[in-house]
C-alpha cells in the first residue's frame, strides 16, 4: 500500500473542480521535458476518459524523442497556435498548472494564465510553491509530477480509470525526472507504483529505448564534440563544465531535446560530484546543474542563475555572454566549494 501523502480537504476540493468542469486546460512550463509531458498526457487522459474537453498546451516545441507518447499530437503548442492556445485558456473552467511552482516558468503564457477567470490547480513537486493558484497541491519529496498524477489518482478512487495510455505516460514522467531511476528513487512506494503500472499493460523497455536510445545522427555527432572539444574538469572541486554556443549547436543541425542528458554524462568520470552545462539560447543563457552525495546544485542555481529545483538536478537561466556566464559560475564553485563538504 502507498503512503498517504495528500491533505483530505485539498483532495475534496480537486474532486470538485473536476466533478464541476467540463473544459479542462493543462499548462507546463516552458521548454517541456518527460515530467511535464507525462503527468499532463496522464492527467489529460483521465480527464478525457471521464467525457471532459481537455487540451494539453506548452509555450514552445518539446524534444522528439518524447513525441511517440499516447495523443501527444493533440498537445497544442502556443508558440504555433497563439490565438486558439488562448481563446482555450480564457474559455477553461479548470486550468491545471502542471511541473511548475511559479507563472514566469510558463513565459509567454503567463499572463493568459494569471488573467484566466478559471478556478486553477497547481500540481507540482519542486521547491517553494508561489500562490498562483486557488489550489497548491506540492510535494517536493516526490520523484516526479508524474508520481504525482498517479497518486492522486489512486487517492481519487480511480485506479481502475488508469489505461494503457496513461500508465505509459505517467512511467515515462517518472523515468526521465530520474533519470531512469538513477537519482533520487530510492523510496520504495517507487517501485509499487512501476509495479501497478507494469499490471496496466505498459512496455518499459520500448519506452527506455523511445527516450534514450533513439536519436538522431546529428545528436551523436554533437555529444562526441561536446565531449572531445566543450567539457572542461575543474579537478580540486570535483566539477565539471560543458559549454556549447547558438552557433555551435546551429553546425550540427540542434533540434529541442538534442542535449538532453548532456549535464549527466561528466558525472560518470571517477571523482565528479557536480556538473554543469550551460547552453546559448536567443534568449540568453539556460542553465542545467547534477550533482551526486550531497552538493545541494539547486543552491547553486538559486544564488547564481535565478534558478532552484532538487538538490540533485536543478536549471537556472543567465541573461549575459556565454564568458560572462562562464565567470559567474567559476565564482560560484570559488564560493560554496562543491568539493568541501560544508555547503
Same mark, same amino acid.
Given at each position: ?86 481563446? *482555450? ?16 516558468? *510558463? ?24 500562490? *498562483? ?56 512506494? *517507487? ?153
Amino acid at each position: 500500500m502507498l503512503t498517504r501523502i495528500f491533505d483530505e480537504k485539498k483532495l475534496q476540493k480537486l474532486q470538485a473542480y473536476i466533478d464541476r468542469g467540463e473544459n479542462f486546460v493543462l499548462v507546463t512550463h516552458v521548454s517541456p521535458d518527460g515530467d511535464a509531458i507525462g503527468s499532463s498526457l496522464g492527467l489529460y487522459h483521465y480527464l478525457t476518459v471521464l467525457g471532459n474537453n481537455a487540451t494539453v498546451i506548452v509555450p514552445n516545441e518539446f524534444p522528439a524523442f518524447l513525441q511517440w507518447m499516447p495523443d501527444v499530437k493533440n498537445i497544442l503548442i502556443h508558440d504555433q497556435h497563439q490565438e486558439y492556445a488562448e481563446r *482555450l485558456i480564457r474559455e477553461a473552467d479548470v486550468i491545471f498548472c502542471m511541473d511548475f511552482n511559479e507563472s514566469k516558468r *510558463l513565459c509567454k503564457l503567463a499572463p493568459f494564465v494569471e488573467a484566466a477567470d478559471a478556478r486553477k490547480v497547481m500540481i507540482d513537486h519542486h521547491l517553494n510553491p508561489t500562490e *498562483l493558484c486557488d489550489l497548491v497541491i506540492s510535494h517536493p519529496e516526490m520523484t516526479s509530477t508524474s508520481e504525482m498524477v498517479f497518486r492522486l489518482l489512486c487517492a481519487l478512487k480511480a485506479f481502475d480509470d488508469i489505461n494503457k495510455d496513461m500508465a505509459e505516460c505517467i512511467y515515462t514522467g517518472m523515468m526521465t525526472d530520474t533519470g531512469a531511476f538513477t537519482y533520487n528513487s530510492n523510496n520504495p512506494d *517507487l517501485y509499487l507504483i512501476i509495479m501497478e503500472l507494469a499490471k496496466k499493460g505498459i512496455d518499459k523497455d520500448m519506452i527506455y529505448r523511445n527516450v534514450y536510445q533513439v536519436y538522431s545522427e546529428s545528436r551523436l555527432r554533437l555529444m562526441g564534440y561536446t565531449l572531445n572539444e566543450k567539457m572542461k574538469i575543474y579537478p580540486e572541486q570535483k566539477t565539471a563544465l560543458i559549454t556549447l554556443s547558438l552557433s555551435e549547436l546551429n553546425h550540427f543541425n540542434y533540434v529541442p531535446g538534442d542535449t538532453e542528458g548532456f549535464v549527466n554524462l561528466p558525472l560518470s568520470i571517477e571523482g565528479i560530484m557536480f556538473s554543469v552545462f550551460i547552453r546559448e539560447n536567443t534568449d540568453g543563457m539556460k542553465i542545467s546543474l547534477r550533482s551526486v552525495g550531497e552538493f545541494p546544485c539547486n543552491t547553486f542555481a538559486s544564488r547564481y542563475f535565478n534558478g532552484g529545483g532538487h538538490k540533485n538536478a536543478s536549471g537556472g537561466d543567465f541573461n549575459g555572454t556565454m564568458t560572462e556566464t562562464v565567470a559567474l559560475f567559476e565564482k560560484g564553485l570559488q564560493e560554496l566549494h562543491p568539493a568541501s563538504g560544508t555547503f
